[in-house]
């Protein structure tokens, strides 16, 4: 008998790309599943809704960009996928309950969240000293904006009995602490823990959890950034 978790095939998906799960073995874990993805116009979130959508997931596409969010979500639809576009400022409450009540409205469900928006920052304490908003951005996208979004829609998961929630985090927060990165790791590990906290009450009412531990990834949010 498979005692992996239900979300296991995603989440290998998301580690290791098209060399990780073959595509037939997703297409049966996410076929005709509804799939939030936050952060989802650039970098590992948009490569994550294409393969979704490719592999038969009605895909929802959701960051603050929308004249991006189009380009992805007309890319997929023009290889025969399903995706739709939803702006949304993650760091702004009363948007993600727009949101979660928009995209209910819309798909009645949402079968997997896969929450992988975030802000990135590398920058000494002694240059922070003025920046306490450097803390208050990271926590906002990272941690408070995470949460919230699963709060609005742990309501309708619990109720079906069903929902995976996959975390797209860093490697970062389970190795030994690195300086220049304390923002942005302490708001990553606060959701991270959150989430392992909360799985124990949800598991009970079929709602698992996942997180992926992502190592360096060369993308938009990390180009700037010197190493």
Same mark, same amino acid.
Not at 77 to 93: C, E, K, M, V, W
Not at 116 to 129: H, V
Not at 164 to 169: A, G, K, M
């Given at each position: 008998?498979?005692? *992996?978790?239900? +979300?296991?095939?995603?989440?290998?998906?998301?580690? @290791? +790309?098209?060399?990780?799960?073959?595509?037939?073995?997703?297409?049966?874990?996410?076929?005709?599943?509804?799939?939030? !993805?936050?952060?989802?116009? &650039?970098?590992?979130?948009?490569?994550?809704?294409?393969?979704?959508?490719?592999?038969? /997931?009605?895909?929802?596409? !959701?960051?603050?960009?929308?004249?991006?969010?189009?380009?992805?979500?007309? +890319?997929?639809?023009?290889?025969?996928?399903? /995706?739709? #576009?939803?702006?949304?400022?993650?760091?702004?409450?009363?948007?993600?309950? =727009?949101?979660?009540?928009?995209?209910?409205?819309?798909?009645?469900?949402?079968?997997?969240?896969?929450?992988?928006?975030?802000?990135?920052?590398?920058?000494?304490?002694?240059?922070? &000293?003025? *920046?306490?908003?450097?803390?208050?951005?990271? @926590?906002?996208?990272?941690?408070?904006?995470?949460?919230?979004?699963?709060?609005?829609?742990?309501?309708?998961?619990?109720?079906?009995?069903?929902?995976?929630?996959?975390?797209? #985090?860093?490697?970062?927060?389970?190795?030994?602490?690195?300086?220049?990165?304390? /923002?942005?790791?302490?708001?990553?590990?606060?959701?991270?823990?959150?989430?392992?906290?909360?799985? =124990?009450?949800? *598991?009970?009412?079929?709602?698992?959890?996942?997180?992926?531990?992502?190592?360096?990834?060369?993308? *938009?949010?990390?180009?700037?950034?010197?190493?």
């Amino acid at each position: 008998m498979d005692k *992996r978790p239900p +979300g296991w095939p995603l989440l290998v998906a998301l580690i @290791n +790309g098209r060399s990780g799960v073959p595509d037939a073995r997703l297409r049966a874990a996410v076929r005709d599943k509804v799939v939030l !993805v936050t952060g989802s116009s &650039y970098g590992i979130g948009e490569a994550t809704a294409r393969r979704l959508a490719a592999a038969g /997931a009605v895909v929802l596409l !959701v960051a603050r960009t929308a004249e991006q969010l189009d380009v992805v979500a007309s +890319g997929i639809r023009a290889s025969g996928g399903q /995706a739709f #576009s939803y702006p949304t400022n993650l760091s702004d409450p009363a948007a993600i309950e =727009q949101l979660v009540a928009d995209v209910l409205r819309d798909h009645g469900r949402v079968d997997v969240l896969v929450s992988n928006a975030g802000k990135s920052i590398r920058r000494s304490i002694a240059d922070s &000293y003025q *920046r306490f908003h450097d803390i208050e951005r990271t @926590n906002s996208v990272n941690y408070l904006g995470p949460a919230k979004l699963v709060l609005e829609l742990l309501p309708s998961m619990r109720e079906r009995g069903a929902g995976h929630i996959v975390n797209v #985090s860093t490697a970062g927060v389970r190795t030994p602490p690195m300086a220049r990165w304390s /923002a942005y790791l302490a708001s990553k590990s606060a959701f991270d823990v959150w989430l392992r906290c909360i799985s =124990q009450e949800l *598991r009970h009412d079929g709602v698992t959890t996942s997180t992926v531990y992502m190592g360096l990834v060369h993308t *938009r949010m990390s180009e700037p950034t010197r190493y």
